[in-house]
């Protein structure tokens, strides 16, 4: 039999990554993205759906998984950065925004593949250093990713037949990383927190896309380790042997 992962965003950076990965081990991927994934292989079924259009999600979500009763693994990745600004100039708005993509968005999903009958072994809701870090400038990403987490331990208690983990990737050099590095919009004095950034890109500690959702996709059964619920960061969980 077949295994089986649904990833959202998989169009590009780690969303991508991961979809190579899980094609080269062998796995049945389908991709729910925006813009649709590029990438073409008998194994990938992809389908194009703005995650944050809460009313077309599950009639998407029902096209692509049409006869599927199993999923060995759910990978929830899509999201959105937002502005890098201080919190007073922060609107609710663009709170509002990015809560949308990193959070409600998943919200549906989760909602959708509870009621869905389709037996998933496990689910992995992409998160952030940011959630924890609070350092400037990360606003509305930090309090979506922060939020993101404890809607993980909230679903945890209810897909009793799954488990669920919140996980931080670390750095990976996607298109954010071209906004963050980049001088003219944002300012390193200001927010502190890009400089190691910076520093990191092109080097061993920003690994690629594809480097990246390699290493994860190897990572996620091991997290099965943690209580369901629980939030891990790629940098700092031992996996036991």
Not at 33 to 51: N, P, V, Y
Not at 83 to 98: C, F, G, H, N, P
Not at 121 to 141: E, F, K, P
Request: aromatic share 6%; net charge negative.
């Amino acid at each position: 039999m077949s295994r089986t992962v649904l990833i959202t965003g998989n169009s590009s950076g780690l969303g991508l990554g991961l979809t190579e990965a899980y094609l080269a081990q062998g796995f049945e991927v389908y991709g729910v993205s925006r813009r649709g994934c590029s990438k073409t292989d008998h194994k990938l079924k992809d389908i194009r759906c703005d995650l944050t259009d809460y009313e077309a999600v599950p009639l998407a979500l029902e096209t692509l998984l049409m006869g599927i009763g199993h999923l060995d693994a759910v990978v929830l990745n899509a999201g959105i950065l937002g502005k890098m600004q201080d919190m007073a100039d922060t609107s609710l708005e663009d709170i509002q925004s990015v809560m949308e993509a990193n959070v409600w968005s998943n919200k549906v999903l989760l909602d959708w593949l509870l009621r869905s009958g389709i037996r998933v072994d496990q689910i992995v809701l992409i998160s952030s250093g940011a959630a924890t870090n609070g350092s400037r400038g990360w606003g509305a990403y930090a309090l979506s990713k922060a939020t993101l987490n404890m809607l993980t331990q909230l679903y945890a208690h209810e897909f009793a037949h799954s488990h669920l983990t919140a996980l931080a990737p670390g750095l990976i050099d996607t298109a954010m990383q071209d906004v963050l590095c980049d001088q003219d919009q944002v300012d390193a004095n200001q927010f502190p927190s890009v400089e190691k950034l910076r520093a990191a890109r092109g080097t061993e500690a920003m690994p690629t896309p594809h480097e990246a959702g390699t290493l994860i996709a190897n990572l996620i059964p091991s997290l099965k380790q943690l209580p369901s619920g629980s939030f891990a960061d790629v940098r700092t969980f031992k996996p036991n042997p």
